[in-house]
């Protein structure tokens, strides 16, 4: 009978000690003249545009098969009249700044190794659920248009939300329907892999970029902490270069 108590005392110990009620870190996209950073249900996005892209990014830490990432949901459109090649592994790079030290380029991951623990469908139903949820809930509230002269009204309807933007500014990122129609619209590659983007075509997935793995003077790893950094996402089209900072904040 004692041997089943502390079998049961054990167990309860392992099953609560994996309990937690810390919130993780979310990490926020830093606004600047190119990035319109916006939250819903607790998800960071960050919204940039140009005469030829216009781009979507939102970064979490995540886990597989014992590795740690840093995971970015990358969302392309192609604004221009010519179609273009997007290859994750050459578009983005991160760099980790804050901690004892300081991570310069880190690369993605190749898409087939990521795919060697994740399916595909995986990764497009975490994405609708996590990045399109998010942007439906918010496209279905009303919207407020503001023009040059600073008058104010509101629209509900989709079609009229669309027809407002006009001009290719950070302000018509603000349009919510906009937002979700275009990840509605674009091709969800789950894990993203190599894409040609046709004019007014937009593609969308997961790029993941491995945490670097340091080690002391025994050789014994060095556990790195996601949320002790900030991070510098750059962005090469052939259009253009383009910097997104996030920085890590308390999770709710």
């Known amino acids: 009978m004692k041997y089943f108590s502390k079998c049961f005392a054990i167990g309860f110990l392992l099953l609560t000690g994996c309990a937690t009620t810390t919130p993780p870190a979310v990490f926020l996209p830093i606004k600047s003249s190119e990035t319109v950073p916006f939250f819903r249900n607790g998800v960071a996005i960050g919204a940039l545009n140009s005469d030829s892209t216009y781009l979507l990014v939102s970064l979490e830490p995540t886990a597989i098969a014992h590795h740690e990432y840093m995971r970015l949901w990358f969302l392309c459109k192609n604004k221009s009249d010519s179609p273009f090649l997007l290859e994750p592994l050459k578009v983005v790079t991160l760099r980790m700044e804050g901690g004892a030290v300081t991570f310069d380029v880190i690369s993605p991951e190749s898409p087939t190794k990521i ?44 079609s009229a939300k669309v027809a407002a933007i006009n001009k290719k500014t950070l302000e018509s990122i603000k349009n919510t329907a906009f937002l979700y129609d275009t990840f509605k619209n674009s091709i969800n590659s789950g894990i993203l892999r190599r894409n040609t983007i046709f004019p007014q075509e937009s593609v969308n997935g997961y790029i993941y970029f491995p945490l670097p793995q340091i080690r002391n003077d025994v050789h014994q790893r060095i556990k790195l902490y996601p949320a002790k950094y900030t991070y510098k996402l750059s962005i090469s089209t052939q259009f253009s270069t383009k910097m997104v900072e996030f920085t890590p904040a308390e999770g709710e």
């Open 115 to 158: 795919l060697a623990h994740i399916k595909n469908e995986e990764a497009r139903t975490m994405i609708f659920q996590a990045i399109g949820g998010t942007l439906e809930a918010l496209s279905a509230q009303p919207t407020t248009i503001r023009n040059a002269k600073g008058e104010e009204w509101t629209v509900n309807d989709t």
